[in-house]
């Protein structure tokens, strides 16, 4: 080969010239493997929540100390000022917030275990139906499954509720109004 005396002769690459540093590749390697990828993820969500929740209460503290208020549960031992309408054990409007959620936990906890006792014997008696060999029994216990699962939660409570009890107790008071004879 034939080199022209105007070009310049080219220059062979030195050992390593191109190639990432070793501090490069250590964390090339960290960031291709699975476990390690994972790992520094998870760390990173970690710092972002913990600045989250770090801002959302320097925000509370910050708007609590502008209205002269105060951040603590000192109001738990604050008198409540209003009554509960059913309660299993005492309560009055004289007592305190601590009181009142302990009500609350009593009054949520029985209302659960009577939920739970009648959704086990509706589910137990709908299930038995479904099994049924009359086709019109099972035809209506499948209709029954497929309403309560398929139609929204808020839009049966409507309908139970509001529609359902409410029409019940006005139709109930106007046959005793009617009974009595308008007296």
């Known amino acids: ?8 002769p080219q220059k062979r690459p030195t050992k390593g010239a191109g190639l990432p540093s070793s501090t490069t590749q ?5 960031l291709n ?12 969500v970690l710092m972002l929540v913990l600045f989250g929740l770090w801002f959302l209460f320097a925000n509370a503290s910050e708007n609590l100390n502008r209205l002269g208020m105060t951040f603590g549960f000192d109001f738990l031992q604050v008198t409540a000022g ?24 009593v009054n949520t906890l ?6 739970i006792v009648v959704g086990t014997l509706i589910g137990t008696v709908v299930g038995i139906l479904r099994l049924s060999d009359n086709p019109l029994v099972s035809q209506l216990a499948r209709w029954y499954v497929e309403v ?13 509720v509001y529609r359902g009890v409410f029409d019940l107790a006005l139709r109930l ?4 109004i009617l009974a009595n004879g308008f007296s």
């Open 26 to 30: 250590k964390w090339l390697s960290l």
């Open 110 to 115: 029985i209302l659960s275990f009577c939920v």
């Open 173 to 176: 008071v106007k046959a005793i």
């Open 33 to 44: 493997n699975d476990s390690s990828r994972a790992v520094i993820l998870q760390a990173i």
């Open 82 to 105: 209003f009554n509960i309408s059913w309660s299993l054990i005492p309560y009055d409007a004289g007592m305190t917030y601590w009181r009142v959620f302990l009500v609350g936990i």
């Open 1 to 8: 080969m034939i080199q022209s005396s105007t070009s310049k």
């Open 148 to 160: 309560v699962r398929n139609v929204p939660l808020l839009i049966q409570i409507y309908l139970l």
